[in-house]
């Protein structure tokens, strides 16, 4: 999705997964200064959020970002927000017009979860943030469609925008999809926005998304179908062209020379 997104202007991917359960660490091309440079703390000017962000190479030239920790496995493991809002905050500050956020929750756990504890989950702060459209991923398999299943229950009765989200079937072999994944995606398609089925790729079930720029033109046409169905429901909920989005004021020069200086 960040590739295909890229055509159109800066993209980036947000890991916001802890550093020693993440993968993007290692699939990045070139290694940025990571989110350990970004101080919660202190104010960052745009040119230091760029700096952290890593690049990946995508087919015919393009590439795409990712903000990820790089510290090395035996540091001391940051402490990253869990307000979606501080990620789209520093999304914003960094310019970048299409963010797609990996995130680690499973969504149906997260939902119970946050409802026997009375407040919001982490899949509906997600949701509620602007001009965002959920995705939800599962294997094209005949457990990963009932997982899938009980998470859109879980989401219906939570109040979540089923009406914007877009479903990625991913296949785990060859051939076609068994028969209780087709009977799911025609069922789920009545539900949500869309349903895209992202074909089996060797080549990232061996290496990940390192060398993505070897992934096959068939996965890439997915990421592709997957970008213009989220921007297609962002169009169908919020209008064509979209609405520009806020973003935070830049730092005076006054404010960057202060927040460079460490106090006594």
Same mark, same amino acid.
């Given at each position: 999705?960040?590739?295909?997104?890229?055509?159109?202007?800066?993209?980036?991917?947000?890991?916001?997964?802890?550093?020693?359960?993440?993968?993007?660490?290692?699939?990045?091309?070139?290694?940025?200064?990571?989110?350990?440079?970004?101080?919660?703390?202190?104010?960052?000017?745009?040119?230091?959020?760029?700096?952290?962000?890593?690049?990946?190479?995508?087919?015919?030239?393009?590439?795409?970002?990712?903000?990820?920790?790089?510290?090395?496995?035996?540091?001391?493991?940051?402490?990253?927000?869990?307000?979606?809002?501080?990620?789209?905050?520093? +999304?914003?500050?960094? *310019?970048? &017009? %299409?963010?797609?956020?990996?995130?680690?929750? !499973? $969504? /149906?756990?997260? @939902?119970?979860?946050?409802?026997?504890?009375?407040?919001?989950?982490?899949?509906?702060?997600?949701?509620?943030?602007?001009?965002?459209?959920?995705?939800?991923?599962?294997? +094209?398999?005949?457990? *990963?469609? &009932? %997982?899938?299943?009980?998470?859109?229950?879980? !989401? $219906? /009765?939570?109040? @979540?925008?089923?009406?914007?989200?877009?479903?990625?079937?991913?296949?785990?072999?060859?051939?076609?999809?068994?028969?209780?994944?087709?009977?799911?995606?025609?069922?789920?398609?009545?539900?949500?926005?869309?349903?895209?089925?992202?074909?089996?790729?060797?080549?990232?079930?061996?290496?990940?998304?390192?060398?993505?720029?070897?992934?096959?033109?068939?996965?890439?046409?997915?990421?592709?179908?997957?970008?213009?169905?989220?921007?297609?429901?962002?169009?169908?909920?919020?209008?064509?062209?979209?609405?520009?989005?806020?973003?935070?004021?830049?730092?005076?020069?006054?404010?960057?020379?202060?927040?460079?200086?460490?106090?006594?």
């Amino acid at each position: 999705m960040a590739a295909a997104f890229s055509d159109a202007g800066p993209s980036v991917v947000l890991d916001t997964t802890p550093r020693l359960t993440s993968p993007w660490p290692f699939w990045c091309a070139e290694p940025g200064a990571g989110l350990a440079s970004i101080p919660p703390d202190r104010p960052a000017t745009r040119q230091r959020i760029r700096e952290a962000a890593s690049w990946c190479p995508a087919p015919e030239g393009r590439a795409w970002q990712v903000l990820t920790d790089h510290q090395e496995w035996s540091s001391a493991p940051l402490s990253l927000p869990t307000d979606p809002a501080a990620w789209h905050q520093l +999304a914003a500050a960094g *310019g970048w &017009q %299409a963010v797609i956020a990996d995130t680690p929750e !499973a $969504v /149906a756990q997260d @939902l119970i979860t946050a409802r026997c504890a009375g407040h919001a989950g982490q899949a509906a702060s997600w949701c509620s943030l602007p001009f965002a459209v959920p995705v939800l991923c599962a294997a +094209a398999t005949g457990p *990963g469609v &009932q %997982a899938l299943q009980v998470a859109v229950k879980a !989401a $219906v /009765a939570e109040g @979540l925008p089923l009406q914007r989200m877009v479903i990625a079937l991913t296949a785990t072999g060859e051939g076609r999809p068994p028969s209780p994944v087709r009977a799911a995606a025609a069922m789920l398609r009545s539900h949500v926005f869309s349903v895209i089925n992202v074909p089996h790729d060797p080549h990232i079930r061996t290496y990940g998304m390192s060398d993505s720029h070897r992934i096959r033109p068939k996965t890439l046409a997915a990421g592709y179908d997957l970008a213009k169905a989220v921007l297609a429901s962002a169009h169908q909920v919020w209008g064509h062209p979209l609405p520009a989005a806020r973003t935070p004021a830049p730092l005076s020069s006054d404010a960057r020379v202060a927040s460079e200086k460490v106090p006594a």
